[in-house]
C-alpha cells in the first residue's frame, strides 16, 4: 500500500452524457438518418438522432414525421392554421401537410449527434 | 376498483410502430419457428385468420391479401413492453404485471373521482409516449376489469375505456358477455352452465352459491363472487418464482446427429439455468425430451424422455449441461431425423433452502462466482458471448425466423434509418 490519495474525499461521478440527453428514457427512441436536406440545421449524413415523443411538437422544433407511411426528418412550421414540414437545405422542397395527407408527428428531435467530420465541408447558407 | 390495461394486438403493433406504412395494413406476427399466427391486426383479423392457425394452412390467404408477416421480436417486443408496464406504473402505486402486454392496476387509493377520465389519460398517455395504442376497463374486481376491457373493446372501441362504474354498467356488459367469454371459464365449465340454463354472465351471478360449489368447486364459487364486485382473487404485485421451467424448441431442419442435439439441450440448459438464477432459484430435476416430426409419415419414429435427479440443487450452467446430457445420452438413438428437443428443470426451490450433500464434490463457491461473472459479462456485453463449449457456435438448431424485423430500439446497428 502506498500513500492514501489527497483526492479521494473530492471524488465525483463523471460526466454522463444520458443525464444531459435523454430528459424521458421511457419514451426516448433513435434514429440514424442518412442524406443531407436538414444539414443547415446541423443534421448531416450519419447523424444518431435522439427523439422524445412524450414532447408536444411546437412551432420550429426538428421532428421525425410519418408522411404517407415513410419516416421523414424536418422542421415543423405552424403558420395561419396550416402545418408545413421544411427542410433545411434549399435544394429541397417543403411539404404542406393537408387533409387528404396521411401524416403524423412520431416525435420530437431532442438531441442530435453527428461527427464532426461530415460536417467540415458543409456552407451554411 | 381496479384496472386491466392491455396492448391492442400487441406484437403488431409494436412492428407498426417502426413501419408507419403498414397502418391500415393487414399485419400477422408468427409464433417461434414461424410455425403459427399469434398476433392479428384488426385488418388481419377481419380476412378471418384466426388465431394459433399454421402459417401453411393460411398461407393463400396472406398472399392473396398481401398480408405483411413478421417472425416474432421478442427483442423489441420485450422493450416496449417494459415502456409500457413502467409508464403504467407512473399512474398508480400499486400494479400487477399480468402478463407481456396486460396489467392490473389498484385503483383503491386514486384521488380521481373520474375513473374514466383517468382510463382516458392512460390511454393517450400510452399511446402518445410510446405509441402503443391500450384498452383500459375498470370495474370492482379484477375479473370484471377484465370483462370491462373486453366490453371496451367490442361496444366501445373509440374511446378505448369502459368503467363499470355502478350496478347499470355493470350488468350491462355482464349481459353482454356470454359464459364461454368469461375470464377463467373454461370450455368444460361453460358447457356445464349453459346446459343449466346460464346463458350470459348476468345469469351466472344469480346462481346460488351452492350450486357453484357443488358443480364448480371452490375456485367457481371464487369467480362468481367476483363477478358479483367481491375482490375474491388474490393480488400478486410480484410474480411468484415459477414451480417448473422449461425450455424447447423446434428446430430450423430436422437434426440427426447427436453433436448438433447436444449442443441445443446445452443452450436450452444454459437458458434454464439462467432464468433459475434471476429468480434465486435452485432445481434437483432436469428433464430432457426429443421427438421426431410426427407429421412426417416418410420417417421412423421416436420420442422419449429422461429425468435427471441431482445430488444437490444448483443453478450452476456446467453442473446441469452435464446432468442433461447424460439425460440426452440416454435417450439418444442414431438413425432418427429429430424435429424437436427440449429441457425441463422441475422440483425449484429458493437458493437459500439447498441441502448440502456429504459426498458433495462440486466447488460450489466458486461455481457461484463463475455464474455471477458470466452473467455480468452477457448482461454488459450481449446474450451468450460468453458460454460454454459445449453450448457450441453453431446455429444449426436455431429457430427459423425468416421474417424478422430490427430490434430498433436495444441495437445501436439496427436502429430505424430515415433518408432525409
Known amino acids: 500500500m502506498g500513500f492514501p490519495s489527497p483526492a479521494r474525499d473530492y471524488l465525483e461521478e463523471r460526466?454522463?452524457?444520458?443525464?444531459?440527453?435523454?430528459?424521458?428514457?421511457?419514451?426516448?427512441?433513435?434514429?440514424?438518418?442518412?442524406?443531407?436536406?436538414?444539414?443547415?440545421?446541423?443534421?448531416?449524413?450519419?447523424?444518431?438522432?435522439?427523439?422524445?415523443?412524450?414532447?408536444?411538437?411546437?412551432?420550429?422544433?426538428?421532428?421525425?414525421?410519418?408522411?404517407?407511411?415513410?419516416?421523414?426528418?424536418?422542421?415543423?412550421?405552424?403558420?395561419?392554421?396550416?402545418?408545413?414540414?421544411?427542410?433545411?437545405?434549399?435544394?429541397?422542397?417543403?411539404?404542406?401537410?393537408?387533409?387528404?395527407?396521411?401524416?403524423?408527428?412520431?416525435?420530437?428531435?431532442?438531441s442530435i449527434i453527428s461527427n464532426p467530420k461530415e460536417i467540415k465541408n458543409v456552407r451554411f447558407s | 376498483m381496479y384496472a386491466l390495461v392491455d396492448c391492442n394486438n400487441f406484437y403488431c403493433s409494436c412492428e407498426r410502430l417502426f413501419a408507419p406504412k403498414l397502418e391500415n395494413h393487414?399485419?400477422?406476427?408468427?409464433?417461434?419457428?414461424?410455425?403459427?399466427?399469434?398476433?392479428?391486426?384488426?385488418?388481419?383479423?377481419?380476412?378471418?385468420?384466426?388465431?394459433?392457425?399454421?402459417?401453411?394452412?393460411?398461407?393463400?390467404?396472406?398472399?392473396?391479401?398481401?398480408?405483411?408477416?413478421?417472425?416474432?421480436?421478442?427483442?423489441?417486443?420485450g422493450d416496449i413492453s417494459d415502456r409500457v408496464m413502467r409508464t403504467l406504473e407512473t399512474f398508480v402505486s400499486k400494479m400487477e404485471l399480468y402478463s407481456i402486454d396486460e396489467a392490473f392496476l389498484?385503483?383503491?387509493?386514486?384521488?380521481?373521482?373520474?375513473?374514466?377520465?383517468?382510463?382516458?389519460?392512460?390511454?393517450?398517455t400510452i399511446k402518445k409516449n410510446i405509441g402503443i395504442p391500450v384498452t383500459v376497463g375498470i370495474a370492482n374486481t379484477k375479473t370484471l376489469s377484465k370483462m370491462a376491457n373486453?366490453?371496451?373493446?367490442?361496444?366501445?372501441?373509440?374511446?378505448?375505456?369502459?368503467?363499470?362504474?355502478?350496478?347499470?354498467?355493470?350488468?350491462?356488459?355482464?349481459?353482454?358477455?356470454?359464459?364461454?367469454?368469461?375470464?377463467?371459464?373454461?370450455?368444460?365449465?361453460?358447457?356445464?352452465?349453459?346446459?343449466?340454463?346460464?346463458?350470459?354472465?348476468?345469469?351466472?351471478?344469480?346462481?346460488?352459491?351452492?350450486?357453484?360449489?357443488?358443480?364448480?368447486s371452490v375456485v367457481g364459487l371464487r369467480l362468481l363472487h367476483e363477478?358479483?364486485?367481491?375482490?375474491?382473487?388474490?393480488?400478486?404485485?410480484?410474480?411468484?418464482?415459477?414451480?417448473?421451467?422449461?425450455?424447447?424448441?423446434?428446430?430450423?431442419?430436422?437434426?440427426?446427429?447427436?453433436?448438433?442435439?447436444?449442443?441445443?439441450?446445452?443452450?436450452?440448459?444454459?437458458?434454464?439455468?439462467?432464468?433459475?438464477?434471476?429468480?434465486?432459484?435452485?432445481t434437483r430435476e432436469i428433464q430432457v425430451f426429443l421427438k421426431t416430426n410426427q407429421f412426417r409419415v416418410q420417417d421412423k419414429q421416436y420420442s422419449a424422455g429422461r429425468t435427471v435427479k441431482l445430488p444437490v440443487a444448483t443453478n450452476s450452467t456446467p453442473e446441469l449441461i452435464k446432468y442433461a446430457l447424460k439425460g440426452l445420452n440416454l435417450i439418444y438413438r442414431p438413425g432418427y431425423n429429430y424435429q424437436k428437443c427440449g429441457v425441463i428443470v422441475m422440483d425449484i426451490i429458493p437458493q437459500e433452502q439447498i441441502q448440502y450433500s456429504l459426498f458433495d464434490n462440486e466447488d460450489r463457491k466458486k461455481q457461484k462466482t463463475v455464474s455471477k461473472t458470466l452473467d455480468k459479462i452477457?448482461?454488459?456485453?450481449?446474450?451468450?458471448?460468453?458460454?460454454?463449449?459445449?453450448?457450441?457456435?453453431?446455429?444449426?438448431?436455431?429457430?427459423?425466423?425468416?421474417?424478422?424485423?430490427?430490434?430498433y430500439t436495444t441495437n445501436i446497428d439496427e436502429l430505424p434509418l430515415i433518408k432525409i
Open chain 2, 227 to 282: 363477478l358479483r364486485g367481491q375482490p375474491s382473487i388474490e393480488w400478486e404485485y410480484e410474480a411468484p418464482p415459477k414451480k417448473n421451467i422449461c425450455t424447447s424448441r423446434s428446430f430450423g431442419t430436422l437434426i440427426t446427429d447427436k453433436k448438433t442435439l447436444e449442443q441445443a439441450v446445452a443452450n436450452y440448459t444454459a437458458s434454464c439455468a439462467l432464468k433459475l438464477r434471476n429468480q434465486k432459484s435452485c
Open chain 2, 378 to 407: 452477457n448482461i454488459a456485453f450481449g446474450k451468450d458471448l460468453v458460454r460454454y463449449a459445449k453450448q457450441g457456435y453453431e446455429k444449426r438448431y436455431k429457430l427459423r425466423a425468416e421474417y424478422l424485423s430490427k430490434r
Open chain 1, 15 to 110: 460526466i454522463d452524457l444520458n443525464k444531459l440527453l435523454i430528459k424521458n428514457p421511457l419514451s426516448t427512441f433513435y434514429f440514424w438518418c442518412q442524406g443531407n436536406s436538414m444539414v443547415n440545421a446541423y443534421i448531416p449524413d450519419k447523424t444518431l438522432l435522439v427523439v422524445d415523443r412524450s414532447i408536444e411538437a411546437q412551432n420550429g422544433d426538428i421532428v421525425v414525421a410519418a408522411v404517407n407511411g415513410e419516416f421523414i426528418v424536418r422542421y415543423l412550421k405552424k403558420k395561419e392554421r396550416k402545418c408545413w414540414l421544411v427542410p433545411a437545405n434549399n435544394k429541397y422542397k417543403d411539404i404542406e401537410i393537408t387533409a387528404e395527407m396521411k401524416a403524423e408527428i412520431w416525435g420530437v428531435v431532442t
Open chain 2, 150 to 216: 373486453r366490453y371496451a373493446k367490442k361496444i366501445h372501441k373509440d374511446v378505448g375505456v369502459y368503467w363499470a362504474a355502478n350496478k347499470d354498467l355493470t350488468d350491462r356488459m355482464l349481459e353482454f358477455t356470454e359464459v364461454a367469454d368469461i375470464w377463467g371459464i373454461g370450455a368444460q365449465y361453460a358447457k356445464l352452465l349453459t346446459n343449466n340454463g346460464f346463458k350470459t354472465a348476468k345469469d351466472f351471478v344469480q346462481a346460488s352459491d351452492d350450486w357453484v360449489r357443488q358443480h364448480m
Open chain 2, 106 to 124: 389498484d385503483m383503491n387509493e386514486m384521488i380521481y373521482q373520474d375513473l374514466l377520465q383517468l382510463g382516458i389519460d392512460i390511454r393517450r
Open chain 2, 26 to 77: 393487414p399485419v400477422v406476427v408468427l409464433s417461434n419457428n414461424d410455425g403459427c399466427a399469434i398476433a392479428r391486426s384488426e385488418e388481419a383479423k377481419a380476412l378471418g385468420i384466426q388465431m394459433g392457425t399454421p402459417e401453411y394452412m393460411i398461407r393463400d390467404t396472406l398472399q392473396a391479401h398481401n398480408v405483411k408477416v413478421f417472425s416474432s421480436n421478442y427483442t423489441l417486443y
